[in-house]
């Protein structure tokens, strides 16, 4: 019997049964498209999910047919979404990702089926043709992939440079005396022997082992160095010393943190070194490291041996928690290493985010290097508490704190202070004037009186955890005038602010421009937040055409999540009957890796985050039910995200913050990328040099699983830079488990490493021997999912090599 056209004179083998398989999965697709498509058009949004949807199921069928025109009518279907895809962004290659990635693997599927549904022939043909069709596509597709990586807007024009001074007392040198190199926080060092040359030939000098993997883990960790010494801590406080040149061990003292005191997360990111300028060197403590605990100690230590300081406080340690009432372990600690001006150190500390309104105080306190005692406590409640609070009374709860870096200025006698936001960040109802004042503000304080002695703020009546997390860093900046002592600001909404640091008067232009409206506190909202007119990392306002996946499906549940959200702009209000989008999210912008800055070049090196946060304000009925309850409650849940279920007690809402705004089963996130990045800005006029992503792909994938891809893609980030003399950035930071030189000049990798842990800390460099290395902790971060670990590992150049 002849074979006759069409599918009638097919016997149905394997190709059939393909087809029927093809069909059903179309169909099934289409289904999901189209329902959703149409809830997306009820929405306000576009009409391509449903339309294509609809054409989706129309090949289904015909495929279940046996009918070729079910596999033409998807090949329309393709075409048009490749329209609309580059009608709608473009050749942004990571936007057209969920566009028309799975869509083509569709394409390939149907170009592989239809051999089976064609008569055999000149037909034929044309399916070759459709093939070699789709391969140009594919090849066209990832060319637009590659031409969309890693790009850099700029390069930096030599003839543009501005040096800046640095205003501190002691240069890195050869060492690395204070967290951010000197007390100045540019994060430079001046040593050239490892430069854009010969970075290619690092490798690892030594690795120490601290033995310190905590539960909620993230170390973020910078050793100091000086002499022939370098000093740290674990993320449980355990402070130890390294012979510079070897890595080996000469001393640890633990001051035995239970686990009980880890707040969100194990961090002790460095230690403190002084020296009394009078002091003896063979007398015990001479030289001492100061360090804060997670349970809200200070800790001085003699440098030489680990020992206590028998003459600080008791036995070698003050407890800050003194005046603040009962404290349930993990509600205060100290993250952070405190600064010392002028004798005194001065510490600020974490109270632990969203459990209640009136948690431990905010409280700034001072205290005598030498001895420990109290020498001040800035209480902006209570100006008339100087010292400890009378018998029977406490600093005041709830008042804004300083959990991240200050930063010292022994010169004028002041720290700067980047504050925090009052307890329970998301509700501004119950706060007083004095917390509205100082809130997410810039407090430079007198270390002789304890008083402010001016402060700027960034953020008027914050209710987005726009605390400031970044230290600032100190510059003697150019003008008409002359150069003038300035201080940097960088902040979590991308925003940066030149201020005088002798009066706080911003050197760039700052403006009130007005900002949306509403929310659950309508009367409390800022009708103007200021802006600065300096330079911003933040980019414009989300659209529905932001919205990103895996595929066209998650995609449009994304898109129709965004329409379902209230969203209005930069500081939309917080809103309880329905989720809000906050964009930049907690996370930055900036966050407490901070910035460097190279004062020869006059270049300002900012990596960043780029994601929003998707919340919601939870009655509190509604967070009962769900059993949201304060640290220290027996019911209390523990794990989750920041701000994942937080109760607010003592406030009409708790807050739920899906950080980052990921899809509850792929755990990718709704927004395209980057999702972070790394600039060069000119210090002088606030202009972007480059900007490049910042992070590959390598670790991140659907479903958890690693896609091992060396793509850009720009990850989130925590952990900052530091710049050198040799024309190099050096960081890690990204969740790729990377360290890398970047050429300051072009913003291109010229140098990488993997590491055997996340590298959520800021490296430093330093000479010993005529050597110049490269340190970097890698204890990973559960914030970031990047692998625990409790390595210091040094890079170095050969020994016998080029140097």
């Keep these: ?123 034929r043909a044309l399916w070759i043709g459709l093939a070699a069709t789709a391969v140009f596509v594919i090849v066209g597709g990832v060319t637009v992939g590659q031409a969309n990586k890693a790009r850099v807007t700029q390069a930096v024009p030599a003839a543009r440079a501005v040096s800046v001074g640095d205003p501190a007392l002691i240069p890195t040198a050869s060492d690395w005396t204070a967290y951010g190199g000197t007390t100045a926080a540019q994060r430079y060092s001046s040593l050239t022997q490892i430069n854009r040359e010969n970075v290619g030939q690092l490798r690892r000098a030594w690795t120490y082992r601290t033995g310190d993997t905590p539960d909620k883990f993230g170390a973020e960790t910078t050793p100091l160095k000086v002499g022939d010494t370098l000093y ?38 460095g230690v403190t070194y002084y020296t009394a300028p009078d002091a003896d060197p063979a007398q015990p403590c001479a030289a001492r490291l100061i360090e804060g605990t997670l349970d809200g100690r200070l800790i001085a230590v003699d440098a030489r041996t680990g020992q206590p300081c028998p003459a600080f406080g008791q ?78 009374q406490t600093y005041t709860p709830g008042t804004p704190n300083m959990w991240t870096m200050a ?98 008067q911003p050197l760039h232009g700052v403006e009130e421009r007005r900002v949306p409206q509403g929310g659950v506190e309508p009367a409390q909202r800022s009708p103007t937040q200021p802006f600065s007119l300096y330079h911003t990392l933040r980019k414009a306002d989300l659209t529905e055409r932001d919205m990103w996946g895996m595929s066209p499906i998650d995609q449009m549940i994304c898109r129709i999540n965004f329409k379902r959200a209230t969203y209005d702009g930069y500081f939309t209000p917080p809103t309880s009957d329905t989720r809000w989008i906050q964009y930049p999210g907690y996370n930055g912008g900036s966050d407490w890796g901070g ?47 920041e701000g994942a279920g937080d109760p607010q007690i003592g406030v009409p809402y708790a807050i739920d913050v899906n950080a980052g705004w990921r899809m509850p089963v792929t755990g990718m996130l709704c927004k395209q990328p980057p999702y972070g990045g790394l600039r060069a800005i000119e210090l002088g006029t606030g202009k972007t040099l480059w900007d490049r992503p910042f992070g590959t792909a390598r670790k991140n994938g659907p479903f958890g699983i690693p896609s091992m891809l060396p793509i850009d893609i ?90």
Excluded at 17 to 26: E, M
Excluded at 241 to 269: E, F, H, N
Excluded at 614 to 637: F, I, M
Aim: aromatic share 8%; charged share 15%.
């Design 1 to 123: 019997m002849p074979i006759s056209r069409g599918y009638r004179g097919v016997e149905r083998g394997s190709g059939g049964i393909a087809a029927l398989v093809l069909g059903v999965l179309f169909i099934l697709i289409g289904l999901v498209l189209t329902v959703g498509g149409g809830w997306l058009i009820v929405l306000g949004g576009s009409a391509y999910y449903l339309l294509a949807g609809l054409g989706l199921i129309a090949s289904g069928a015909l495929l279940c047919l046996g009918r070729s025109l079910g596999a033409w009518v998807y090949i329309g279907v393709f075409i048009l979404t490749v329209l609309w895809a580059l009608w709608e962004v473009g050749l942004n290659g990571w936007a057209l990702v969920p566009r028309v990635i799975a869509p083509l693997v569709l394409l390939v599927l149907v170009i592989l089926v239809l051999p089976t549904l064609l008569p055999r022939g000149g037909l």
């Design 714 to 803: 720009g990850t989130p980030n925590n952990g900052g830079s530091v710049v050198t003399a040799g024309g190099l950035i050096f960081i890690a930071a990204a969740t790729d488990d990377l360290i890398r030189a970047i050429d300051i000049e072009t913003g291109k990798t010229v140098w990488s490493d993997t590491l055997p842990a996340g590298g959520q800390a800021n490296p430093m460099v330093y000479e010993q021997g005529g050597r110049q290395y490269l340190v970097i902790m890698a204890g990973g971060h559960h914030f970031m999912e990047t692998p625990a670990g409790d390595y210091v590992i040094a890079y170095a150049l050969p020994e016998t090599g080029p140097r």
């Design 315 to 392: 036995n070698g340690q003050v407890d800050i928690k003194v005046g603040m009432g009962e404290v349930v372990p993990g509600m205060v600690s100290i993250t952070s290493p405190p600064v010392v001006v002028r004798g005194v150190i001065v510490t600020g500390h974490q109270v632990l985010d969203g459990q209640k309104r009136w948690a431990p105080s905010g409280v700034i306190q001072g205290f005598d290097v030498q001895t420990g005692a109290l020498r001040f406590a800035w209480d902006m409640m209570r100006p008339d508490i100087t010292t400890l609070p009378p018998a029977g």
């Design 232 to 269: 740290g801590c674990s993320a449980m406080n355990k402070m130890f010393a390294l012979d510079a040149r070897t890595g080996q061990r000469r001393w640890m003292y633990d001051p035995k943190v239970s686990d009980d005191a880890i707040p969100y997360t194990a961090a002790c990111r």
């Design 595 to 641: 910035i460097a800055v190279d004062p020869a070049r006059g270049v300002i090196v900012a990596n960043y985050n780029d994601m929003p946060n998707y919340n919601r304000l939870v009655p509190r009925a509604e967070a009962d039910e769900k059993g949201w309850y304060p640290r220290g409650d027996p019911r209390a849940r523990k794990g989750g995200a």
């Design 407 to 504: 930063t010292g200025d022994e010169a004028l006698g002041l720290v700067y202070l980047p504050m925090g936001n009052s307890a329970a960040d998301y509700y501004s109802g119950l706060r007083r004037p004095e917390e509205n004042r100082y809130s997410t503000s810039l407090v430079a304080l007198d270390v002789l009186t304890g008083k402010p002695r001016w402060h700027f703020q960034t953020v008027r009546k914050d209710v987005w955890d726009y605390d400031l997390g970044s230290q600032a860093t100190l510059a003697d900046f150019p003008t008409p005038g002359g150069m003038v002592p300035a201080v940097i600001l960088p902040s979590k909404q991308g925003d940066f602010y030149i201020l005088d640091r002798r009066t706080g």
